[in-house]
T-cell receptor, first 116, second 114 residues
Framework: AQSVTQPDIHITVSEGASLELRCNYS??????LFWYVQSPGQGLQLLLK??????LVQGIKGFEAEFKRSQSSFNLRKPSVHWSDAAEYFC??????????????FGRGTSLIVHP | DTEVTQTPKHLVMGMTNKKSLKCEQH?????MYWYKQKAKKPPELMFV???????INESVPSRFSPECPNSSLLNLHLHALQPEDSALYLC?????????????FGPGTRLTVT
């Protein structure tokens, strides 16, 4: 079965510093990978996704992620963090469920704290 | 319009009450989903509707009853809930339930069961 590991529960960075959030997946075939962001009390917003092709994926809000098959990783990066980036970040891998629907399996999330 | 709307935003209900959560999208999506999310946890899938038919029920207790009256609307009927059912309930939709379609999430309904 597919799974996603986000090793860091919390990450603290200073505003303007660079950011990298880690995600490792376990999946037998080529994975479909996603990063979502959730602000407090809000729903999830898709930042970016990887299906195939270029392994460096650009997303919204200045985020990018790199798919590395050899490391089973899909880390999220941003060169300069803004205070508004403080949120919960979820990595997810998609897979077919028994009902014939393609469903994301979410990691436990990483909480990003931004210091002024 | 790329928005999924959910009403109400907040709901407080007693264990004997009956209430409903509503989700709506006008993106022409044919798959809709209910998730439950506890604090500091990832969303947990509850139900999937594909082309207005229930395709996945993740062993959810019968006190939660989903309904998809049409392709734009998804309801979750609640009855005899327990305090541990207090959570953020998220609705999502996607163009199709297949592998190339990402999910769009609503803002959620914060449910408190007293």
């Amino acid at each position: 079965a597919q799974s996603v590991t986000q090793p860091d529960i919390h990450i603290t960075v200073s505003e303007g510093a660079s950011l990298e959030l880690r995600c490792n997946y376990s999946y037998g075939a080529t994975p479909y990978l996603f990063w979502y962001v959730q602000s407090p009390g809000q729903g999830l917003q898709l930042l970016l996704k990887y299906f195939s092709g270029d392994t460096l994926v650009q997303g919204i809000k200045g985020f990018e992620a790199e798919f590395k098959r050899s490391q089973s990783s899909f880390n999220l990066r941003k060169p300069s963090v803004h205070w508004s980036d403080a949120a919960e970040y979820f990595c997810a891998v998609g897979d077919w469920e028994a009902g014939g629907s393609y469903i994301p399996t979410f990691g436990r999330g990483t909480s990003l704290i931004v210091h002024p | 319009d790329t928005e999924v709307t959910q009403t109400p935003k907040h709901l407080v209900m007693g264990m004997t009450n009956k209430k409903s959560l509503k989700c709506e999208q006008h993106m022409g999506h044919r798959a809709m989903y209910w998730y439950k999310q506890k604090a500091k946890k990832p969303p947990e899938l509850m139900f999937v509707y594909s082309y207005e038919k229930l395709s996945i029920n993740e062993s959810v207790p019968s006190r939660f009853s989903p309904e998809c009256p049409n392709s734009s609307l998804l309801n979750l009927h609640l009855h005899a809930l327990q305090p541990e059912d207090s959570a953020l309930y998220l609705c999502a939709s996607s163009q199709d339930a297949g592998e190339h379609y990402e999910q769009y999430f609503g803002p959620g309904t914060r449910l408190t069961v007293t």
